[in-house]
């Protein structure tokens, strides 16, 4: 099973920087991916770490250490239309497959 | 788009009935996986299906069942529906079982 934890709501201005963390527990590691979600939409896919370390990718970076069980989204020049929410999920193997389980999200609000 | 198409996209229906929400996946992608999204809840696991074959089950009701066609295509069969099986049904779709979800626009089912 997993445990993954993200703050529930977090507010920045347009322009700032953001850095959203995410916390998980679970055994099986097989990736971390960070999917964005604005309202009754369909999260779309921001990024993906299996190694220790930084990937970017534009104005999105994401950042994991495996064994801290930490990662982080970090949102440069934040637009209004980043509002949303941000989906941290931990891929674990489980009986041949793999399967991500997500966190409950963190609402970002970008005000101007 | 994510090139993962599901249909209905809205459906409301009476207590006690049956549904039947469908998913083609993206053009050579033989996983897929069924979510259900609550209001109050994150995007829950129900089941992975790979190239016809269930490969993982979550958090899914006795009342829900669902399969993959030869075609790749999977259904998800919802019965004896309650109220709180209202919610957005989501299917993603990956390549292997190794690589990122995508995700389709996802069934809004109301039960009333």
């Known amino acids: 099973g997993q445990n993954i934890d993200q703050p529930t709501e977090m507010t920045a201005t347009e322009g700032a920087i953001v850095q959203i963390n995410c916390t998980y527990q679970t055994s099986g590691f097989n990736g971390l991916f960070w999917y964005q979600q604005h309202a009754g939409e369909a999260p779309t896919f921001l990024s993906y770490n299996v190694l220790d370390g930084l990937e970017e990718k534009g104005r999105f970076s994401s950042f994991l250490s495996r064994s801290k069980g930490y990662s982080y989204l970090l949102l440069k020049e934040l637009q209004m239309k980043d509002s949303a929410s941000y989906l941290c999920?931990?891929?674990?193997?489980?009986?041949?497959?793999?399967?991500?389980?997500f966190g409950r999200g963190t609402s970002l609000i970008v005000h101007p | 788009d994510s090139g993962v198409t599901q249909t209905p996209k809205h459906l409301i229906t009476a207590t006690g009935q049956r549904v039947t929400l469908r998913c083609s996946p993206r053009?050579?992608?033989?996983?897929v996986y069924w979510y259900q999204q609550s209001l109050d809840q994150g995007l829950q696991f129900l089941i992975q299906y790979y190239n016809g074959e269930e490969r993982a089950k979550g958090n899914i009701l006795e009342r829900f069942s669902a399969q993959q066609f030869p075609d790749l295509h999977s259904e998800l069969n919802l019965s004896s529906l309650e109220l709180g099986d209202s919610a957005l049904y989501f299917c993603?779709?990956?390549?292997?079982?190794?690589?990122?979800?995508?995700f389709g626009q996802g069934t809004r089912l109301t039960v009333v």
């Open positions: 999920a931990v891929r674990e193997s489980s009986g041949g497959s793999y399967i991500p389980t």
């Open positions: 053009s050579g992608d033989l996983s």
């Open positions: 993603a779709s990956q390549q292997g079982l190794n690589t990122e979800a995508f």
